[in-house]
């Protein structure tokens, strides 16, 4: 049975750097691609973010470009997601997703295991 596991959200101030952890379980890890997605409150879930599975090729919403980075453990089956300068519109919860293939992707579609989310907050 596939698992994931988000860790590390919380409540912060704005300027501040966060990691996000996903742990899987269940399945081959290194086998698929990986990617982390957001939803705030009343917005749809967006893409935020991907990692093929070796960790090679990376692929970034262009909103988040240059302040967030992904990667990945595969001895460890974890995903990372680095937040660096977190602002008040960062207020999200965050979604771990395997992706059904090893390449990247963007839509959530393409997904077919979920997380059950990691609440982040950023204060002004």
């Known amino acids: 049975q596939v698992q994931l596991v988000e860790s590390g959200g919380g409540l912060v101030q704005a300027g501040v750097s966060l990691r996000l952890s996903c742990a899987a379980s269940?399945?081959?890890?290194?086998?698929?691609?990986m990617g982390w997605f957001r939803q705030a409150p009343g917005k749809e879930r967006e893409f935020v973010a991907a990692?093929?599975?070796?960790?090679?090729?990376?692929n970034y919403a262009d909103s988040m470009k240059g302040r967030f980075v992904i990667s990945r453990d595969n001895a460890k089956n974890t995903v990372y997601l680095q937040l660096n300068s977190l602002k008040p519109s960062d207020t999200a919860v965050y979604y771990c997703?395997?992706?059904?293939?090893?390449?990247?992707?963007?839509?959530?579609?393409?997904?077919?295991?979920w997380g059950q989310g990691t609440q982040v907050t950023v204060s002004s």
């Open positions: 997703a395997r992706r059904r293939t090893s390449g990247i992707g963007s839509t959530e579609y393409e997904y077919g295991y």
């Open positions: 269940g399945h081959d890890f290194s086998n698929y691609g």
């Open positions: 990692i093929n599975w070796s960790g090679a090729v990376t």
